[in-house]
């Protein structure tokens, strides 16, 4: 789930469509160096689990956790890598159901070792407002007590509402709120996708009174 507005994808929208500001090698190389700089803060991979925010975070988070596997040499040798990370769909928690109702519920998805006492990474691809954090932190308290949570973003945009700031960044984006990110990833958006991150400017609202204006 996008922290901020995200263009619509699909396998047939070229990353043309708009500004592509980080290619499918720009953002392996972010993830990359997130997954060292996880490993560098906790010492290792120990405990730790990681809790992908609906929609694209969750192949992010998994494809954090095949780098922390190959970084972590305990890791590689014990344990699946896959087998620490989660899905936290955080719907209910959010401020803004009353402005849309017919939001679709999600799944939530534990690693078998639950999150109690675990030092929990959140992923997500825009961090916007922070809001989307801040109904994931809801969550995670309604499911157990973790040691910590950690925040990993592909991603900050800026414009931030509440007081959160992300842990782990892959790219420092500075943007107005006239502009749209957009997040490609091709777990997501089909195998003919190239991962990119692509900004460009949101559609201006129709004020001519004359629909197709």
Do not use: C
């Not at 890791?75 to 699946?80: G, K």
């Not at 109690?116 to 932190?137: H, N, P, Q």
């Not at 749209?180 to 609202?205: F, K, N, Y």
């Amino acid at each position: 789930m996008s922290s901020g507005a995200a263009v619509p994808t699909s396998p047939s929208t070229p990353p043309s469509d708009g500004t592509v500001v980080m290619t499918a090698a720009d953002i392996s190389r972010a993830l990359t160096r997130i997954a060292h700089e996880i490993v560098e803060r906790n010492k290792g991979v120990r405990d730790l689990v990681l809790l992908g925010i609906p929609t694209r975070g969750v192949p992010l988070a998994d494809r954090l956790a095949e780098r922390l596997a190959a970084i972590d040499g305990e890791t590689s040798a014990s344990a699946d890598a896959h087998g620490i990370v989660g899905e936290l769909d955080v719907t209910m928690y959010r401020d803004d159901l009353h402005r849309h109702p017919t939001r679709p519920i999600g799944a939530t998805r534990l690693p078998a070792s639950g999150i109690d006492g675990k030092v929990v990474v959140l992923v997500d691809d825009v961090l916007y407002s922070g809001r989307t954090i801040r109904a994931a932190l809801d969550a995670i308290s309604d499911l157990g007590r973790p040691r910590a949570v950690q925040l990993a973003a592909l991603v900050d945009r800026g414009h931030r509402e509440l007081p959160i700031r992300p842990d782990f960044v892959g790219k420092n984006l500075p943007t107005s709120t006239s502009e749209r990110v957009g997040v490609r990833l091709h777990e997501v958006d089909g195998a003919g996708t190239q991962d990119a991150v692509v900004i460009r400017s949101a559609p201006q609202p129709d004020v001519s009174g004359e629909a197709g204006a």
